[in-house]
């Protein structure tokens, strides 16, 4: 009996190890849109986060393809966004009225927290 209580222990543990080294498979993409005239911070723009599909590295300038939007957010009063996603590479692309579009290139590693602040450029009239 007490052979077999003591395999069961085993096991447990064993179990338990496992599922904590399986960890989390995401990170978290932070961040506050300000605008870049004045340094305020702009509520209600709208972040979208698109899947990767195609990088190419080429000299003086990287080109990259988006794919579907994966998120849709608004910012919060304070300007602020959060969202958590899988390891991956992303675009993160920030809009508002009368402010010029920004687009960050970025890759979300496991349990990474990365902090993507974005200033918005008043729009041409």
């Known amino acids: ?8 222990i085993l096991v447990f543990l064993l179990i338990i190890v496992s599922l904590s080294s399986c960890g989390n498979t995401t ?13 305020q911070p702009v509520a209600s723009a709208r972040v979208h986060v698109y899947a990767l599909e195609k990088f ?19 910012t919060g ?5 959060s969202v958590t996603l899988e390891a991956n590479p992303y675009v993160v692309e920030v809009q508002a009225p009368g402010l010029d579009t920004g687009s960050i290139l970025t890759e ?3 349990g990474q927290r990365i902090t993507l602040d974005f200033s918005l450029t008043p729009s041409s009239p």
């Open 108 to 110: 979300v590693k496991k």
């Open 56 to 74: 190419e590295e080429v000299t003086f300038m990287n080109t990259y393809q988006k794919g579907p939007v994966l998120h849709r957010l608004d």
């Open 27 to 39: 990170g978290i993409i932070q961040g506050t849109v300000t605008r870049a005239d004045d340094g």
């Open 1 to 8: 009996m007490r052979k077999h209580l003591s395999s069961y």
């Open 77 to 81: 009063p304070n300007g602020t966004y």
